[in-house]
């Protein structure tokens, strides 16, 4: 048995049985065990891609922070500990790739699954998190600034685990499994689909008749949206610029394109912190429902020529493309809080670029033909996981919690589903949220 000095505070050792690595994280503060033995490895699977072997304990440090303020996910650990849920499974976890992730796919495996981990964007992967996940014994195939192709490759070494279930982010898994990678479609039992991007693609699949397992929609849950895409994307989302840009919100007037749940948060939080708000839709009904909340609504030129900071969460592409960026003010800051990096055409932007330079961590500068700069927030990727530590732990404890449930009942029932899109019980809705009233200490009637 070796001992490794993991986050300030924990003590990791490691050690190997027949099976495969087992596994004690002791907390010196409280000396509770925080994770058990499990058994993590299966065969043949092929060595884990890890740029940073060396930032390990800074991943621990991270996972143990967050293990700290995500309540719900200690609770169901401790429980999947007794039960085993996952016992003999095979799970697929492929979210953005940072210490929340990390703490579910720890909390899957201590319930059994042996688990393979990837990232859903290399912008937004963590190579601290995956060099702890490695150290830990977990199946991780992952790099940040990886190429798309990269990315694709990396999800296809851990798609080879041949999971019986798979944790979505945005839906390139359950496209691979449909597509190229069909032959690792024979176990499966289902999939959870985190978020608005990913659901849209398989409710596309299941109304063609093309889905060939039953998908989980996690982010129909109320417990979904109305804390990760409100709350969770309104807080982090500034936090990202504020962090890239040293600047200040209050007094600039900012424009929220996609007035849906993550538009709504960004609107509410910016506001609060005193920018001028105006909100471009195209769907009537949320574009009055905008207006009556008090912010302006106007078409998207028009805005542009306003704004210091455009920010796209539409999860549609193209949002913003070369006549909007010809529009725009000279300084203007433009990011994407969307799924994909697609929302701003990046490759229009650089093509109309007469100059481009670096300015900031995370900002990039482009001039256009008229002389304006425009400055791009991280490379258009997602912004509050590609420049900061994306949602709050406290909110990613009741998405994930939603996961780690929804693939529980997944195991339970699968066998009554047939292949298509479901909505996550309300049940299951009503225990995690009676879950994150006792982790703030509110009773109700
Ligand atoms: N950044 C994060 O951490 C995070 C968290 C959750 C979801 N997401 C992603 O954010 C995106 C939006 O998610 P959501 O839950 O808010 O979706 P939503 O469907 O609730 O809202 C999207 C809104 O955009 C509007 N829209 C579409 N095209 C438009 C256009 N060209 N101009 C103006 N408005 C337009 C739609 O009418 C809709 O109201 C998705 O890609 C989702 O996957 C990101």
Redesign the pocket.
């Known amino acids: 048995m070796q001992l490794t000095k993991g986050a300030k505070g924990a003590d990791i050792h490691k050690g190997c049985t027949e099976k495969g690595a087992d596994i004690h994280i002791q907390s010196s503060q409280n000396n509770a065990i925080i994770m058990g033995t499990v058994q993590f490895k299966t065969k043949n699977m092929r060595p884990n891609i890890v740029a940073s072997p060396e930032k390990a304990a800074a991943g621990h440090q991270k996972i143990d922070w967050v293990r700290r303020n995500m309540p719900i996910l200690r609770q169901l650990e401790s429980e999947f500990r007794q039960q085993q849920p996952f016992a003999g499974k095979r799970v697929l976890v492929c979210v953005h790739l940072e210490a929340k992730t990390a703490r579910l796919a720890l909390v899957m495996a201590t319930g059994g699954a042996q688990v393979a981990v990837t990232g859903s964007n290399p912008g937004s992967t963590k190579d601290d998190i995956v060099a702890a996940l490695d150290a830990q014994g977990l199946h991780v195939y992952a790099r940040h600034g990886a190429s798309l192709a990269e990315m694709r490759e990396h999800m296809g070494f851990a798609l080879e685990i041949h999971p019986h279930l798979v944790i979505d982010d ?1 839906g390139d898994i359950v496209e691979l499994l449909h597509g190229s990678h069909s032959d690792f479609c024979t176990d499966v039992m289902g999939a959870c689909e985190e ?4 659901v849209m693609r398989a409710r596309e699949r299941a109304q063609a008749g093309a889905l060939a397992f039953p998908v989980m929609l996690i ?1 129909g849950a109320r417990c979904k ?1 109305l804390f ?2 409100v709350h ?2 309104g807080q ?2 500034w936090d990202a610029m504020m962090r890239s840009t040293n600047l200040v919100l209050a007094g600039k007037t900012i424009t929220i ?7 709504r948060g960004c609107a509410l939080r910016a506001a609060g912190l005193g920018a001028k708000m105006i909100v ?4 009537a009904v ?1 574009a009055a429902d905008a207006a009556m909340t008090g912010y302006q609504v106007m078409p ?1 030129l028009e805005a542009c020529e306003k704004s210091d900071i455009v920010l796209t ?4 592409r193209g ?1 913003l493309g070369s006549a909007h960026f010809e529009a725009m003010k000279d300084g203007v800051l433009i990011a994407n ?4 990096r697609n929302e701003i055409d990046v490759d229009a932007l650089q093509e109309l670029a007469v100059e481009h330079a670096p300015m900031r961590e995370n900002v990039h500068g482009y001039q256009m033909p008229g002389g304006q700069w425009l400055h791009l927030i991280g490379d258009g990727n ?1 912004v ?2 590609a420049c900061a530590d ?2 709050p732990a406290e909110i990613m404890d009741t998405s994930f919690a939603l996961q780690a449930l929804n693939a529980r009942y997944l195991i339970e029932h699968h066998a009554a589903l047939p292949p298509g899109v479901y909505e996550v019980p309300e049940e299951i809705d009503q225990q995690v949220a009676r879950m994150k009233l006792a982790s703030m200490h509110i009773s109700i009637d």
């Open positions: 945005g978020t608005t991007t990913g982010n949206y990760d895409n969770g994307t982090s989302v394109v996609g007035f849906g749940w993550c538009g471009c839709e195209v769907d949320k998207l969460v539409t999860g549609v949002t809080a969307g799924h994909f997602i509050n996981i994306g949602h």
